[in-house]
């Protein structure tokens, strides 16, 4: 077998083994873009589910009232009472669920997927109504991402067994053999009947902790795929090589360490068996054999960028933060409203609230009756534009030879922010005071020159300069946009507010001016200049409320990423 087919071959068991058991394993996700490869794998899964199996596709910025189900306007104005409609989630009932973009779905319709899955069902009071129908149905999520920051929400990650990537597979190499429908649906009548011992869970939770996974469901799902794969084989029982293919497609996609070499010792002495009976492999076997297959299908590079991926608390830095607006942005449903200073009328959603009073407001009369409580104003969204803000110690040898990296990283952060619009500038402190060298722009020309003319030497002024990045952050957010500060420096501040020196005094008004940035709620990142990390520059990054990162241990792709992620 080929390299390039390998990948399509577990795909391919893969899409047979979701067929087998929809609901069970919840769904996959496909990280590749659009294209014959995708296009393949789908047929793939529709041609091996029944004729009748519901296939429904989600479009992204679907309403609550078709998603969920709803009052039914027109056949409620025609008929002046209350008609209920049934929503998507219940239409693909005991089927499949086709999400495009997944990476771009909002948290409240992931919510609301979450619940279906969890609970197989769909309950909604709205409109006057209340609805339950049945909704056991796996989602297929379509995961159009470019960067490792781009993914679907983990909330939903989490409840999808299958993590599928096929960007990597050449559309010549969709040609393994797959089961035929027979096989699908022999498989889906054995499957109750499927066992599996103690010894297969616990091996599969003992392979998911060794890769540092932290939820109790991927070890589940994959004993339902153990079980599903037992099915498809004609077994009764799942087996070794069904529980290492669990592992290998359901464990080894979310592992988030590698796991520890395991210790040298001798082997046991194998069991005493009859000749006729092979030899069952004990829990511990079993584990190691799980680990060993899981392995083979972590993706490279897992641990890059770890070292620079703590937990956050916010949304800063070029993803920009979120606002509503009355006028402009992506839809976020109605509320009720007047319509005055340009609010825009939610037509559709008026109407529903409207139709419910018809019988008591017109007593037969066909004309429609709106009052002033019906009125549904639309509701919007933005992101507002991010400027980042680098304030950069010059103050002396020990920064200035680190200057190169930040200019690598105003480079780097340049070019991305010249795709999405955003905004970069420029401080540096030196002496007994900070300059703005460059006004937030759009320029890689004008950083690069500002950066090439950064002269070094004299003190360090570090409170002086943060109160400056306030009053710029300050003015960034008059204009609307949101501003993320990149301090480089070793935080030894020496240099007091009033340009005195004086090391206990200065440091004391940095820590301050550092306290009036956070209470401003301006997000920051500081990346320490010294050759060795130093308590001053974690004191610093403290105060600041902002995340510390040495840069003996990050170089200008380093700094780019961190600041990326906010």
């Known amino acids: 077998m080929t390299p390039t087919a390998e990948p399509w071959v577990d795909a391919a068991r893969a899409a047979a083994l979701l067929a087998i058991d929809p609901a069970g394993l919840g769904g996959a996700t496909l990280r590749a873009p659009p294209g014959p490869v995708r296009e393949a794998w789908l047929a793939l899964l529709r041609g091996l589910?029944?004729?009748?199996?519901?296939?429904?596709?989600?479009?992204?910025g679907i309403a609550d009232s078709r998603l969920l189900g709803g009052l039914d306007l027109a056949a409620t104005l025609q008929s002046g009472r209350l008609v209920a409609e049934r929503g998507l989630l219940a239409e693909a009932d005991g089927g499949l669920l086709l999400l495009a973009m997944a990476e771009r779905l909002a948290p409240g319709t992931a919510a609301r997927l979450v619940a279906a899955l969890d609970t197989g069902e769909v309950a909604a009071e709205r409109d006057g109504l209340t609805l339950r129908a049945p909704?056991?149905?796996?989602l297929i999520a379509?995961?159009?991402?470019?960067?490792?920051?781009?993914?679907?929400?983990?909330?939903?990650?989490?409840?999808?067994?299958?993590?599928?990537?096929?960007?990597?597979?050449?559309?010549?190499?969709?040609?393994?053999l797959a089961p035929t429908a027979g096989q699908i649906i022999a498989a889906r009548a054995l499957l109750p009947r499927i066992a599996a011992g103690p010894d297969v869970l616990e091996a599969l939770c003992a392979t998911a902790a060794a890769l540092g996974i932290d939820s109790l469901r991927p070890p589940l799902l994959a004993l339902r795929l153990a079980r599903a794969a037992a099915a498809l084989a004609g077994r009764e029982a799942v087996a070794e090589e069904d529980a290492a293919l669990a592992a290998r497609l359901v464990l080894g996609p979310r592992a988030t360490q590698a796991p520890a070499a395991p210790e040298q010792e001798a082997p046991p002495p194998p069991p005493e068996t009859a000749e006729d009976q092979p030899p069952q492999p004990s829990p511990e076997q079993m584990g190691e054999i799980l680990l060993a297959a899981a392995e083979a299908a972590i993706p490279a590079g897992l641990l890059d960028g770890l070292r620079l991926a703590p937990a956050r608390t916010r949304t800063p830095g070029t993803s920009g933060t979120r606002r509503a607006s009355p006028l402009r942005g992506r839809p976020i449903g109605s509320r009720p409203g007047e319509l005055r200073g340009g609010a825009r009328l939610a037509l559709v959603d008026t109407l529903r609230a409207a139709a419910p009073w018809q019988r008591l407001r017109g007593g037969g009369s066909p004309r429609l009756r709106i009052a002033r409580e019906d009125i549904r104003i639309r509701r919007f969204q933005q992101r507002s534009e991010t400027a980042t803000l680098f304030l950069v110690d010059a103050s002396g040898s020990a920064a200035l030879h680190r200057l190169a990296e930040a200019k690598g990283a105003v480079e780097l952060l340049l070019a991305e922010c010249y795709i999405r619009r955003?905004?970069?500038?420029?401080?540096?402190?030196?002496?007994?005071?900070?300059?703005?060298l460059l006004p937030p722009?759009?320029?890689?020309v004008r950083a690069r020159r500002s950066l090439a003319?950064?002269?070094?030497?004299?003190?360090?002024?570090i409170?002086?300069?943060?109160?400056?990045?306030?009053?710029?952050?300050?003015?960034?957010?008059?204009?609307?946009?949101?501003?993320?500060?990149?301090?480089?420096?070793?935080?030894?501040?020496?240099?007091?507010?009033?340009?005195?020196?004086g090391r206990e005094r200065a440091m004391a008004e940095a820590l301050e001016a550092a306290r009036a940035l956070r209470a401003a709620r301006i997000a920051a990142l500081l990346v320490d200049t010294s050759?060795?990390?130093?308590?001053?520059?974690?004191?610093l990054a403290a105060a600041l409320g902002g995340r510390y990162i040495p840069l003996p241990y990050a170089d200008a792709a380093a700094i780019s990423r961190a600041v990326r992620q906010g």
């Open 49 to 60: 589910l029944p004729p009748a199996t519901p296939w429904r596709r989600l479009p992204l």
């Open 135 to 138: 909704a056991r149905l796996a």
């Open 142 to 176: 379509l995961d159009e991402g470019i960067g490792p920051d781009e993914s679907p929400p983990a909330s939903l990650l989490d409840r999808l067994a299958l993590r599928l990537d096929l960007a990597p597979i050449p559309p010549s190499a969709t040609t393994a």
């Open 422 to 436: 955003d905004r970069v500038a420029l401080l540096a402190f030196r002496g007994t005071g900070a300059e703005l």
């Open 441 to 444: 722009t759009h320029s890689l």
């Open 453 to 461: 003319a950064l002269p070094g030497g004299g003190g360090t002024p």
């Open 463 to 501: 409170a002086s300069a943060l109160d400056q990045a306030l009053a710029l952050a300050d003015a960034i957010q008059r204009r609307g946009q949101t501003p993320l500060l990149v301090l480089l420096t070793d935080g030894r501040a020496n240099i007091a507010r009033d340009g005195r020196p």
């Open 531 to 539: 050759p060795r990390p130093q308590e001053a520059g974690r004191s």
